[in-house]
RNA sequence: GGCGGCGUACCCAAGUGGUUAAGGGAGAGGUCUGCAAAACCUCGAUGCAGCGGUUCGAAUCCGCUCGCCGCCUCCA
């Protein structure tokens, strides 16, 4: 398995610390609003990257924080009139919620900052001593050229930084590149008693903290956007490494940002969508398969177009899945037909779990692995367009949904039942009609039909139509389906 | 200014040295159907921003040009 690594900038092997298992840090949200498109993308992509991990066999240990105190808190708080734990709170639950839809999983540990100040606390006074680190007034900043390997993940030298220096310079820091691990609190501000007086923890020193705390020293993989790279994990290899004196991270993982006409989407520019108005229109499986069939390194434009090819897709999907699961379904006959030259197709002989790993494998190619998912599906329905028969016909089928709902639960898309997909639609497209009326409405019209009263049957369709529902005739039933 | 990325069919998008350049959406033809619709099948880039070079061979490597974007500041 090969993984980019942007420590070095090329693809390489994945190689785990301890063999079997993987220790994996994402640097979740900052709990101060919902959250936007961006951020599911992160969630997304590595959601799927550990679920692929633990696909192969590897014994994932999966951490994400949340960043419960920080300045854009507390001004949030004072806005809205609460507390800065209430709005914490209130994020988190809201992070929750929207990330439950689009089907992400929990982290196996989800720590808070505020559930780490012993351990930031020890770590800053290690980091004193160490001589990287210094307090000024009740703040304390990590001394950026004590640390020689400075730039190594962003690619940048520390001169070439000093020229670029646009911010005002706080005066009291010892070089204009030294980041805050500690900052005092003005009266009324949250704090936590510390051995440098009232304050709470800079941003980037709890993810060090709270990374080591719960998976070692150096971990496996540590993920988050290509927004992060510098300053936040630039810092975190600097704090970590200056504490440790051994390798943090041994696979940083970014993914690349969603746009909206060209630019980087962001709550400056005022260009963002928030994942909750997203999923008023769209299906959350669709928002999913618009993410993942981008690979996680390229940029995505967001509109509302892909996403409504994305459900287009997706029918199609369910409508074949249909399809296979009607012939699996059917007793089986007496005669055998198996049609000819289907064996050497990515239908057999678990061609399509092969070329599914084979795409994950080379830095999680989902987009690759999405189009092999379709390769089986056209090659499926080709398959049953011959009118298979017979318990061969079957078992081979059998196979290839079995690698197809593997495929599924890794990308955790397309492992619906047909129904709970045309259930999904009728909720998304707010058509105004329950499943139960809708199928009495079809047996209508089938008795309607057999008696050639077509003129009725018609009328029945055609009413229906106006509501967004679509009928099909097939051989012996009528199919209902929500139109787009 | 420094560093980095991108430009593949009508749209989205994979492919980064070697069989016919994946896949999706849209479109066209066909099958099916009481008529439909949907679905399914088939078709689609002799070419990968442009120009030059390396090579037996390049979308893929190198150079230049044009266009777009990101990071250097909080940011997924």
């Not at 081979?396 to 890794?410: D, P, R, S, T």
């Not at 039942?417 to 047996?443: F, H, N």
Request: net charge negative; charged share 30%.
């Amino acid at each position: 398995m090969k993984i980019y690594n942007t420590l070095t900038g090329k693809k390489e092997t994945f190689v785990p610390l301890v063999e079997g298992r993987a220790g994996m840090y994402v640097c979740g949200v900052t709990v101060y609003d919902v959250c936007h498109i961006g951020h599911a993308r992160s969630a997304v992509v590595f959601d799927v990257v550990r679920r692929y991990l633990r696909y192969r066999g590897l014994d994932v240990e999966f951490v994400k924080n949340f960043t419960d105190i920080d300045d854009k808190i507390i001004n949030r708080a004072r806005e809205e009139g609460a507390s800065w734990d209430a709005v914490a709170g209130k994020y988190t639950g809201k992070y929750y919620e929207d990330m439950h839809r689009l089907g992400v999983e929990d982290a196996d540990v989800e720590p808070r900052a505020t559930e780490h100040i012993k351990e930031i606390i020890e770590m800053v006074e290690g980091l004193i001593e160490k001589g990287h680190a210094y307090s000024v007034d009740g703040d304390v900043y990590f001394s950026v050229p004590s640390f020689p390997d400075y730039g190594k993940l962003s690619g940048r030298k520390l001169e070439e930084m000093l020229a670029g220096a646009r911010v005002e310079v706080d005066p009291r820091k010892k070089d204009p590149m030294d980041f805050a691990l500690w900052k005092s609190s003005r009266e009324g501000e949250p704090s936590w008693q510390s051995p440098w007086g009232p304050g709470r923890p800079g941003w980037h020193i709890e993810c060090s903290a709270m990374s080591m705390k719960h998976l070692g020293q150096t971990i496996d993989i540590h993920a988050g956007g290509a927004d992060l790279i510098f300053p936040h994990h630039e810092n975190e290899i600097a704090q970590s490494e200056a504490y440790n004196g051994k390798p943090f991270v041994r696979y940083w993982m970014h993914n690349g940002f969603i746009t909206v006409n060209k630019e980087k989407m962001s709550k400056s520019l005022g260009n963002f969508f928030t994942i909750r108005e997203i999923l008023d229109l769209f299906d959350p499986e669709a928002v999913r398969l618009f993410l993942l069939q981008t690979h996680y390194r390229s940029p995505i434009e967001f509109s509302n177009e892909p996403l409504e090819e994305a459900t287009h897709t997706l029918v199609r999907y369910y409508q074949s899945l249909e399809r296979l699961e009607e012939f699996l379904s059917l007793p089986e006959g007496k005669k055998e037909n198996f049609p000819p030259g289907f064996e050497d197709g990515i239908l057999g002989a678990q061609r399509f779990q092969k070329r599914f790993m084979q795409a994950m494998d080379d830095d999680f190619n989902t987009a690759l692995a999405i189009g092999h998912v379709f390769e089986l599906v056209k090659e499926m329905n080709r398959f049953l367009d011959q009118n298979p028969a017979g318990e061969k016909a079957r078992e081979f089928l059998l196979k290839a949904k079995e690698g197809l709902f593997e495929a599924a639960g890794v990308l955790n898309v397309f492992n619906r039942t047909p129904s709970e997909w045309q259930r999904a639609l009728l909720k998304i497209k707010k058509i105004g009609l329950e499943v139960a009326e809708i199928e009495r409405l079809i047996g209508e019209r089938r008795a309607a039909r057999a008696g050639k009263d077509f003129k009725r049957a018609d009328g029945i369709r055609s009413g229906l139509e106006e509501k967004g529902i679509a009928l099909e005739d097939k051989k012996d039933s009528t199919a209902w389906r929500v139109k787009l």
